[in-house]
């Protein structure tokens, strides 16, 4: 059984930053890719950024160049730097992890951190 919290979302500003995190514990051998996803008010889940256990980012390009995400394998920890947030930015934030554990590979999903971005 793998869980993964996460915490940092709130209500911030247009133009403030927030930081989330999202901790992975359980019966882990081994995690390979984590990254976030979000979903707006009435919208589908989308991608947001991904990091491989190398270190390799990607982000979707409506965030690139304002979010930053990286992971500290020690912890077990995925993090997401988000900067000059704007309305749009808006969601539900989902935090995944590909990770090997005593019942097998699998995706594992954090609960959800709501991120409001309004003035």
């Known amino acids: 059984q793998v869980q993964l919290v996460e915490s940092g979302g709130g209500l911030v500003q247009p133009g403030g930053s927030l930081r989330l995190s999202c901790a992975a514990s359980?019966?882990?051998?081994?995690?390979?890719?984590m990254g976030w996803y979000r979903q707006p008010p009435g919208k589908q889940r989308e991608v947001v950024a991904g990091?491989?256990?190398?270190?390799?980012?990607n982000y979707a390009a409506s965030v690139k160049g304002r979010f930053t995400i990286s992971r500290d394998n020690a912890k077990n920890t995925v993090y997401l730097q988000m900067n000059n947030l704007k309305p749009e930015d808006t969601a539900v934030y989902y935090c995944?992890?590909?990770?090997?554990?005593?019942?097998?590979?699998?995706?594992?999903w954090g609960q959800g951190t709501q991120v409001t971005v309004s003035s």
């Open positions: 995944y992890a590909g990770a090997r554990a005593t019942t097998g590979w699998g995706r594992y």
């Open positions: 359980g019966s882990i051998f081994s995690i390979d890719a």
């Open positions: 990091i491989t256990s190398g270190g390799s980012t």
